[in-house]
Nanobody, 124 residues
Framework: QVQLVESGGGLVQAGDSLRLACAAS????????VAWFRQAPGKERRFVAAIRWSSDSAWYGDSGKGRFFISRNNAKNTVDLRTNSLKPEDTGVYYCAVTTGDIVPQSPESYDFWGQGTQVTVSS
């Protein structure tokens, strides 16, 4: 079983950037697809981006495409989400999650393990 811990959230102004990190313990990311989701107040969790650790291939949801970039950090064994040009609508709790398989799913139900989340608040 893998335990996930997110970090890097905070209160920023529109246009600012943040780097979120997802760290694993118990197991490494080597066999996993690692994804980031955002949950805004009163809304369902929404797919932001995912990366397959073994191939370094990445996928993006519509909300952050062109502004958000997911990457693996081999030295720290983390999966990072660089969020650029933040907008107030990017506000929410950002969760990382892992799953395995050949297809990268975008539905939260397809992911097996989750972190506790990190809050990102973007003021206008």
């Amino acid at each position: 079983q893998v335990q996930l811990v997110e970090s890097g959230g905070g209160l920023v102004q529109a246009g600012d950037s943040l780097r979120l990190a997802c760290a694993a313990s118990g197991r490494t990311f080597s066999e996993y697809i690692v994804a980031w989701f955002r949950q805004a107040p009163g809304k369902e969790r929404r797919f932001v981006a995912a990366i397959r650790w073994s191939s370094d291939s990445a996928w993006y949801g519509d909300s952050g495409k062109g502004r958000f970039f997911i990457s693996r950090n081999n030295a720290k064994n983390t999966v990072d989400l660089r969020t650029n040009s933040l907008k107030p609508e990017d506000t929410g709790v950002y969760y990382c999650a892992v799953t395995t398989g050949d297809i990268v799913p975008q539905s939260p139900e397809s992911y097996d393990f989750w972190g506790q989340g990190t809050q990102v608040t973007v003021s206008s």
